[in-house]
Nanobody
Framework: QVQLVESGGGLVQPGGSLRLSCAAS????????MGWYRQAPGKERELVAR???????TYAESVRGRFIISRDHALNTVYLQMNSLKAEDTAVYYC?????????WGQGTQVTVSA
C-alpha cells in the first residue's frame, strides 16, 4: 500500500513562493501519472497540476504559468513549485494519482497566502 506524505506548506505573503513535496513509501510512483490537488475551505477538491509518466504536464488555468510540477523517481517524490502566490491559492494541498485519485489520501499540507 502506498503512503503519501505532503510537506512544505506554510504562511507566505502574496507574490511569494513555496515548494511542496510529496514523498511516497510502500511502492514506486514511477508507473503513475501524478497530480497535485487542493481544497480550499468550503470548496471541492480540485486538480491543479498533473505530470504523466512520460513527463507531460498540464495545469489548471488558475495556476498556469505560476506552478510547476516535477518528480524525482530516485526519491519517489513529487514536487510542486508555486510562484507568484495569490490569496486565492490558500488551501490544503494534496498529491495523488491523476486525473483519477486512486491512492489513499495523505494528510495534506496547508498553504496560506496572506499579508
Amino acid at each position: 500500500q502506498v503512503q503519501l506524505v505532503e510537506s512544505g506548506g506554510g504562511l507566505v505573503q502574496p507574490g511569494g513562493s513555496l515548494r511542496l513535496s510529496c514523498a511516497a513509501s510502500g511502492r514506486s510512483l514511477r508507473d503513475y501519472n501524478m497530480g497535485w490537488y487542493r481544497q480550499a475551505p468550503g470548496k471541492e477538491r480540485e486538480l491543479v497540476a498533473r505530470r504523466t509518466t512520460s513527463g507531460i504536464t498540464t495545469y489548471a488555468e488558475s495556476v498556469r504559468g505560476r506552478f510547476i510540477i516535477s518528480r524525482d523517481h530516485a526519491l519517489n517524490t513529487v514536487y510542486l513549485q508555486m510562484n507568484s502566490l495569490k490569496a486565492e491559492d490558500t488551501a490544503v494541498y494534496y498529491c495523488n494519482t491523476a486525473p483519477a485519485a486512486v491512492l489513499s489520501w495523505g494528510q495534506g499540507t496547508q498553504v496560506t497566502v496572506s499579508a
